[in-house]
């Protein structure tokens, strides 16, 4: 059993003293309480509240795998962090297929993370690191944008023909998702594993009449997710170096389909991900749409500083529903964007049990999820 405080907060932090009981116990008076309370509360905790309240931390962009080495060579390859992914792909393909697949046999973890880069190439690159990584990847069947298994792992898997999409969806995972689970789910539950879910929204987008090789889906885990509902998921600084990911992300799909338009799903942590970045998106990202968001840093869509229509969907039975939407002192993501004052156009979550099956087969907003990724609706008059 948990020590209960006599506000009826919870220390979900046993055994461990000092700061990460005070933090645990400070976020459970932000979601109790909001923050304009706890902020009061916070000046009797310092010394810990003067890092809890902290602003946001600038985006740090990890390299990928073998990046000291291909910065190192001497045909003065395009950097993997800050080099733009249009002249990315500009220089291989002035390179030639046979070079091609040379940098991608020697520098497989750069290659297959190079945004920008050929999608066969970055294929071929992620099946090399996949296999030597061993267990339990290098039997997986797929096709992956994206591998690398350092710390919680990054990961992104595309259904569908990505060569020849005219339209891309991109799903963007929350809290407690890593590469280990990935597959299987968290906890071990498959309705909350982001390959699964962006495997029924390709299915469910497949029966409203896609055609395999003229729309994608992507289940993208490009950036080292909060570990679950704690201090990290509270806060942006996660966000931020999320959102920067996402932006290379996109901008490589649009250097290799740039006539594709772009869908991105938000769920949970990952709206705020997506939240934070929309103001950097290009045109082509036509629609956003979020299920069960604790907020996307803003309190209106018109201050996302993006073209794109905004979608939201949140269970009535989603304990999300209870944190509060406010933004103060680096905690808080602002108006939840299924409130009626924030402006997204909001559709069905009737038969949404909790927080983890939006996306699950025959439910309602599984059908409007993939209604908005594959046509920008979510199939209701007026919509």
Same mark, same amino acid.
Do not use: C
């Given at each position: 059993?948990?020590?209960?405080?006599?506000?009826?907060?919870?220390?979900?932090?046993?055994?461990?003293?000092?700061?990460?009981?005070?933090?645990?116990?400070?976020?459970?008076?932000?979601?109790?309480?909001?923050?304009?309370?706890?902020?009061?509360?916070?000046?009797?905790?310092?010394?810990?509240?003067?890092?809890?309240?902290?602003?946001?931390?600038?985006?740090?962009m990890t390299a990928p795998v073998d990046a000291v080495a291909w910065r190192?060579?001497?045909?003065?390859?395009?950097?993997?962090?800050? @080099? #733009?992914?249009?002249? /990315?792909?500009?220089? =291989? +393909?002035? $390179?030639?297929? !046979?070079? &091609?697949?040379?940098?991608? @046999? #020697?520098?497989?973890? /750069?290659?297959?993370? =190079? +945004?920008? $880069?050929?999608? !066969?190439? &970055?294929?071929?690159?992620?099946?090399?690191?996949?296999?030597?990584?061993?267990?339990?990847?290098?039997?997986?069947?797929?096709?992956?944008?994206?591998?690398?298994?350092?710390?919680?792992?990054?990961?992104?898997?595309?259904?569908?023909?990505?060569?020849?999409?005219?339209?891309?969806?991109?799903?963007?995972?929350?809290?407690?998702?890593?590469?280990?689970?990935?597959?299987?789910?968290?906890?071990?539950?498959?309705?909350?594993?982001?390959?699964?879910?962006?495997?029924?929204?390709?299915?469910?987008?497949?029966?409203?009449?896609?055609?395999?090789?003229?729309?994608?889906?992507?289940?993208?885990?490009?950036?080292?997710?909060?570990?679950?509902?704690?201090?990290?998921?509270?806060?942006?600084?996660?966000?931020?170096?999320?959102?920067?990911?996402?932006?290379?992300?996109?901008?490589?799909?649009?250097?290799?389909?740039?006539?594709?338009?772009?869908?991105?799903?938000?769920?949970?942590?990952?709206?705020?991900?997506?939240?934070?970045?929309?103001?950097?998106?290009?045109?082509?990202?036509?629609?956003?749409?979020?299920?069960?968001?604790?907020?996307?840093?803003?309190?209106?869509?018109?201050?996302?500083?993006?073209?794109?229509?905004?979608?939201?969907?949140?269970?009535?039975?989603?304990?999300?529903?209870?944190?509060?939407?406010?933004?103060?002192?680096?905690?808080?993501?602002?108006?939840?964007?299924a409130d009626p004052a924030f402006g997204a156009r909001v559709f069905r979550?009737?038969?949404?049990?909790?927080?983890?099956?939006?996306?699950?087969?025959?439910?309602?907003?599984?059908?409007?999820?993939?209604?908005?990724?594959?046509?920008?609706?979510?199939?209701?008059?007026?919509?």
């Open positions: 059993m948990f020590p209960v405080y006599a506000d009826g907060t919870v220390d979900r932090v046993m055994k461990v003293d000092g700061p990460v009981r005070l933090r645990t116990r400070f976020l459970d008076l932000f979601l109790r309480h909001g923050a304009a309370g706890v902020a009061a509360t916070a000046v009797a905790m310092a010394p810990a509240a003067a890092t809890v309240l902290a602003v946001p931390a600038e985006a740090r190192a060579d001497a045909r003065h390859l395009p950097d993997p962090v800050t @080099a #733009e992914p249009a002249a /990315v792909h500009r220089f =291989l +393909d002035a $390179a030639g297929p !046979a070079e &091609r697949r040379a940098l991608a @046999a #020697e520098f497989p973890g /750069v290659v297959g993370a =190079l +945004d920008g $880069a050929p999608v !066969a190439l &970055r294929y071929l690159a992620n099946r090399q690191s996949m296999l030597a990584a061993g267990a339990p990847y290098r039997d997986r069947d797929g096709q992956f944008l994206l591998f690398d298994p350092r710390g919680d792992g990054l990961i992104a898997q595309v259904f569908g023909d990505l060569s020849t999409a005219d339209r891309i969806a991109v799903l963007v995972p929350g809290a407690g998702d890593r590469a280990a689970n990935f597959f299987r789910g968290v906890g071990g539950k498959l309705f909350r594993s982001t390959a699964v879910q962006a495997g029924n929204l390709y299915a469910a987008a497949r029966d409203r009449g896609a055609v395999a090789d003229r729309y994608a889906m992507i289940a993208w885990l490009g950036y080292d997710a909060p570990d679950g509902i704690d201090l990290s998921a509270a806060r942006e600084d996660v966000a931020q170096t999320g959102a920067a990911t996402l932006e290379r992300f996109v901008a490589g799909l649009t250097a290799v389909r740039p006539h594709a338009t772009i869908a991105l799903v938000g769920y949970s942590y990952g709206s705020t991900v997506i939240g934070v970045a929309a103001h950097r998106l290009p045109a082509q990202v036509t629609d956003i749409a979020v299920v069960g968001s604790p907020g996307m840093g803003v309190d209106r869509a018109t201050r996302l500083g993006t073209t794109a229509r905004i979608w939201a969907g949140l269970s009535t039975s989603d304990p999300m529903r209870w944190v509060p939407g406010v933004r103060l002192f680096g905690l808080g993501h602002g108006r939840q964007p979550t009737d038969d949404v049990v909790d927080h983890d099956h939006y996306l699950f087969p025959g439910t309602d907003s599984l059908a409007a999820v993939a209604g908005i990724a594959l046509l920008g609706t979510d199939g209701r008059a007026g919509s």
